[in-house]
């Protein structure tokens, strides 16, 4: 039976740690579904389709580029447990990056076990990856004057994204921009 991993997140944008983690999961796995998870209570700055659409380029990029097991992106909504168990996945792929990472991973992970008996592999992310985070990029979007900045954390396309959602005033950035001017 193949061992197959689900990658979940809202990877609202993903960055290039987001990229590692699926490029050593593809190492480690037959094969990875990269899951774009929609959150009800949390406001995101790509809708699930351009999320899913930037992913499956960036992959097809990956793929093509590094040996390894294939890998698929499918939006999902519900738990996360559920569209693994739905597409016969073995277990969850998690990436941490520090201490509080690897103790919010670990309550998840027991959680899943005990509730749908899924098994979670968690990667420790790279040196360079360490301190990135969506959270901080979209600050960066919000605040910054040159996205040329954010070149080691996320890929040109992302940037270039993101530059459009800026640029297009998004309601999130505004709000991001008004509380660092409440400040």
């Given amino acids: ?7 979940p997140g809202s990877f609202d944008p993903v960055t290039f740690g ?9 190492r480690l796995f037959d094969e990875v579904i990269v899951g774009v998870g929609r959150n009800p209570g ?24 590094e040996p390894g097991a294939p890998v698929s992106v ?47 592999a968690l990667v420790v992310a790279g040196q360079s990856f360490a301190y990135t985070s969506s959270s901080l990029i979209k600050q960066i979007t919000a605040l ?9 954390m996320v890929p040109p396309m992302v940037i270039e994204r993101l530059r459009a959602k800026r640029d297009q ?3 999130l950035l505004e709000r991001l921009r008004a509380t660092d001017d409440d400040r």
Avoid: C, W
């Fill in 74 to 120: 499918r939006a999902f909504s519900g738990l996360t447990v559920d569209f693994a168990l739905s597409v016969g996945g073995a277990a969850l792929l998690r990436g941490v990056r520090n201490l509080s990472d690897v103790q919010y991973e670990v309550q998840q992970a027991v959680t899943n076990r005990e509730v749908a008996g899924l098994e979670t």
């Fill in 169 to 171: 005033h998004h309601p």
């Fill in 144 to 152: 910054g004057k040159d996205l040329a900045v954010l070149a080691p």
């Fill in 1 to 7: 039976m193949p061992h197959l991993a689900v990658y």
């Fill in 42 to 65: 949390k406001e995101t700055l790509f809708t699930p389709e351009e999320r899913v659409e930037m992913l499956e380029l960036l992959v097809r990029d990956l793929v093509a580029r």
């Fill in 18 to 26: 987001h990229l590692d983690v699926i490029a050593r999961g593809r």
